[in-house]
């Protein structure tokens, strides 16, 4: 965020280089004192004492009087800029918090793992306690925070409901209403597919593409198009990938349709067919063996790529997308579910045969970024007008 | 990878105290990748089993197999060189040491007879880093940080001799969500570095969300063995309270 016009080498460029790692380290701690600051920038205290004054002059920083081990000392946070947002994103099994001013800069993130069928009030009081205290890790407290916003799996495009299968048990939960009423800030409610395909274009891949799509691929299939920076919705539930037919004879999905595409290539399809030979293995157990080479697992990964290839290849064989961004659990995978996708678009004649066409996601947090952006978009109209997509 | 022969094997394992019968006929497999999940009431016999692994008591009965070679363990010390590490509920650190001298606590490493301070803060870092932990200043002494961070130092303690198998007894016990989200975190990582994780708790949310495999103790006894991929609350709650189903088939 300090880039300027110096000459790389010179002591401006030195000083900006070390500013940037003390800002940095003050990102990652929260809250640091200054000894402390020196102790893990390996800067001199001299110099770290100048760059806090530079950054608090800059109201990059703020500072606190504090002991420690009985000795005065100064408390470096970032400065609490305007109001922070909460992107949160619940999933099969973990949940997610980021948050940010509206610089979208995090300032803090925090993963949890969560139990197989996890209870929507087990997960949302934790999500509420989780928010409080990354909030005061970050040297914020609860009244900084403006909004949440927070993205779920759904399989049905159509409205934000909790999806059928993807969050066993949370189908009649108004989870808008039950967080709110934790928190007493407003709470928007986004599908996953479409924080995914948000967070992609404001910070990822799919930046200044005009027609991207996004594809997130974990328990659950679905897809997000962007089309100039904003999210094609149709009549509601465009992008529902999940359940394009792509057997005709197929097994009927929990939508209640035939041979739609999560009825192959969903975290319950991959794990039937290594039953047998490996017992029941959870999407994360798959993944993982996959990676290190485990042949079943790789089997089965890739034959899920080429379901999931074979729908991505129609939809831009329909719509033409510039880039496709593919994310999620199986996306961890790298190759072995890349390649086939890959292949599967490069059958089809109409496509450009361009290995950039399709990426995978960079940061696994991209579906909180996502809704982080989101929740700040609705705040304040001024907030996050960063998407010149 | 269940295929392959487990990393521990525990075989009818026997243990009393006096007149109490902690463990009876205690079997117990942990695979390499595997975190295997310890649950039961007060006085089932969870805390047991970690110490005859970690060699704290010697079993009365019953074998401990180490990659498939028969070990007696006699004494803690005894557990280090076959690379078992317990981090155990009261964790032996030393409050007024700061956290490297923690980490390195009885294995400093010295060169040329010396203490090598600056090495031993680049590893302690480098451990703290796998860690995601937010300890700032390694020179601290151990009281003045949190008890999310101290549950942080004691399981990078244990790195130090770089473990095959790592047994954690309540390890999210007294943390707050976000502490508790670093150490799941930090199990997962251990099972990704092809470690084999022990890891005991009263807390199903925290066991159902990383273990692979729950094992339920109920008076000493096996009662149940759950793969968390399948098995809900109710399965392994009704095993632990021993008022179900799950007991007619005994």
């Known amino acids: 965020m300090f880039v300027g016009a110096v000459a790389p080498g010179s002591q401006g460029s030195l000083r900006e280089a070390n500013s940037a790692r003390i800002v940095e380290a003050v990102k990652a701690y929260g809250r640091i004192t200054q000894v402390e600051l020196s102790s893990v920038t390996g800067l001199s205290a001299a110099t770290v004492s100048n760059i806090v004054k530079q950054l608090l002059d800059q109201g990059v920083v703020q500072t606190r009087a504090t002991t420690r081990s009985g000795r005065r000392a100064q408390e470096v946070s970032l400065a609490a800029s305007s109001s922070l947002g909460v992107g949160v994103h619940i999933a099969s099994r973990s949940l997610s918090v980021v948050l940010a001013d509206s610089s979208m800069a995090l300032s803090g993130a925090q993963r949890l793992p969560l139990p197989v069928e996890h209870r929507s009030d087990t997960t949302l009081d934790r999500t509420a306690l989780l928010i409080a205290e990354l909030a005061d890790q970050v040297g914020a407290s609860m009244d900084d925070i403006a909004g949440v916003g927070l993205a779920i799996p759904t399989a049905l495009g159509a409205g934000v409901r909790p999806g059928l299968g993807a969050l066993t048990g949370w189908i009649d939960v108004d989870i808008d209403q039950l967080l709110a009423a934790r928190l007493q800030r407003q709470v928007l409610v986004v599908r996953e597919a479409e924080a995914g395909a948000v967070g992609e274009t404001r910070f990822g891949a799919l930046r200044g593409v005009g027609v991207g799509l996004f594809v997130h691929v974990a328990d659950t299939v679905d897809a997000c198009l962007m089309v100039g920076g904003v999210p094609f919705r149709g009549a509601g539930s465009a992008g529902a990938l999940g359940h394009v037919r792509v057997e005709p004879g197929g097994a009927i999905c929990r939508c209640g349709g035939r041979g739609c595409l999560n009825t192959v290539a969903s975290a319950e399809a991959l794990a039937e067919p290594l039953r047998v030979s490996h017992g029941p293995m959870s999407l994360r157990a798959i993944v993982r063996a996959a990676a290190d080479g485990d042949p079943g697992c790789r089997q089965v990964v890739a034959d899920a790529a080429a379901a999931v290839g074979g729908a991505v290849a129609d939809a831009a064989t329909l719509l033409a997308p510039q880039r496709v961004v593919i994310g999620g659990d199986l996306a961890a995978t790298g190759e072995v579910f890349l390649a086939p996708i890959r292949e599967a678009l490069r059958s089809r004649p109409v496509l450009p045969r361009d290995d950039g066409l399709v990426v995978p996601t960079e940061d696994p947090q991209m579906v909180a970024r996502g809704a982080l952006a989101l929740i700040h978009d609705a705040i304040g109209p001024a907030a996050g007008a960063s998407s010149e997509g | ?250």
Not at chain 2, 146 to 167: F, K
């Open chain 2, 1 to 250: 990878m269940d295929r392959s022969a487990p990393l521990l094997s525990l075989r009818s394992l026997s243990k009393h105290f006096g007149g109490v019968r902690a463990l009876v006929d205690v079997d117990l497999d942990v695979h390499r990748g595997e975190v295997v999940a310890l649950v039961g009431d007060n006085a089932a016999g969870k805390s047991t089993v970690a110490r005859i692994v970690a060699g704290v008591y010697a079993p009365d009965a019953g074998t401990l197999h180490l990659n498939g070679e028969c070990l007696a363990l006699t004494s803690p010390a005894a557990a280090f060189p076959h690379g078992i590490a317990t981090v155990f509920q009261e964790f032996a650190l030393a409050e007024n040491l700061d956290v490297v001298d923690n980490i390195f606590l009885g294995r400093e490493l010295r060169t040329r007879g010396l203490l090598d301070r600056p090495r031993m803060e680049e590893l302690a870092r480098s451990y703290l880093r796998q860690l995601n932990a937010r300890i700032p200043d390694l020179g601290v002494p151990l009281h003045q940080l949190s008890a999310g961070q101290r549950q942080c130092v004691a399981i990078a303690r244990t790195l130090v001799r770089q473990p095959q198998l790592v047994v954690l007894d309540e390890p999210t016990a007294s943390l707050s969500v976000s502490q508790t989200a670093e150490v799941l975190s930090y199990i997962e990582g251990l099972r990704d570095l092809g470690l084999g994780v022990i890891l005991i708790s009263h807390n199903l949310n925290d066991v159902r969300a990383v273990a692979d495999r729950i094992a339920v103790l109920r008076h000493g006894r096996n009662n149940g063995t759950f793969d968390t991929a399948t098995a809900s609350y109710e399965d392994i709650l009704s095993a632990v309270t021993g008022a179900t189903r799950h007991e007619k088939h005994d």
